[in-house]
C-alpha cells in the first residue's frame, strides 16, 4: 500500500508498505525495521516471537531515553506481545504501543508530525506471493 508522506520537515516517515517492504524516504527497505525520526535501521524480528530475542530485543530496549512512545507493528494483525517482553519494556522505561504494522505505520507518521519522541519497531507484511 502506497501512503502519502506527511509534511514532517527532516523527520523521516514511512511513505508505503507491503510484500515485505518499506519504502522510507524514497528508499525501498526490505524486511523488518525499526524508525526513529532521524534513522531507519533493520530490525532482525520476523514474527512476534522474535521480538523477546537477544538484538530484536535489545534494539528497543536500547531507545530508552530516547524516544517517549515505542510502537510495535506485529503483521498484518495485532499479537500480544508476550509477558516477558512486556515487562523488559515496561522496565526499561518505554510507553509501548502494539497494533498492526499498517496501523503503527500510520500512527507513527502522525506522531513525528507532531513532533513527538517516537519509534516504530514493524514486522514485514508478507510477500503478496506467499
Known amino acids: 500500500m502506497e501512503m502519502k508522506p506527511l509534511a514532517a520537515g527532516e523527520r523521516l516517515?514511512?511513505?508505503g508498505y507491503g510484500s515485505g517492504t518499506f519504502?522510507?524516504?524514497g528508499t525501498q527497505v526490505r524486511g523488518s525495521m525499526l524508525i526513529r525520526g532521524d534513522r531507519y535501521d533493520?530490525?532482525?524480528a520476523?514474527?512476534?516471537a522474535?521480538?523477546?530475542e537477544g538484538e530484536?530485543?535489545?534494539a528497543l530496549t536500547g531507545l530508552a531515553g530516547e524516544i517517549d512512545i515505542l510502537l510495535v507493528g506485529t503483521g498484518t494483525r495485532t499479537v500480544l506481545l508476550g509477558p516477558s517482553t512486556r515487562k523488559a519494556l515496561r522496565e526499561a522505561g518505554l510507553g509501548v504501543?502494539?497494533?498492526s504494522t499498517p496501523a503503527a505505520c500510520r500512527t507513527y507518521n502522525v506522531l513525528v508530525a507532531e513532533g513527538r519522541r517516537v519509534a516504530a519497531a514493524v514486522l514485514a507484511m508478507p510477500d503478496d506471493d506467499g
Do not use: F, S
Request: glycine letters at 4%; a negative charge.
Open 50 to 52: 522474535d521480538v523477546a
Open 42 to 44: 533493520p530490525w532482525p
Open 46 to 48: 520476523r514474527d512476534v
Open 13 to 15: 516517515t514511512v511513505d
Open 23 to 25: 519504502k522510507v524516504a
Open 97 to 99: 504501543e502494539v497494533m
Open 56 to 58: 530484536a530485543i535489545g
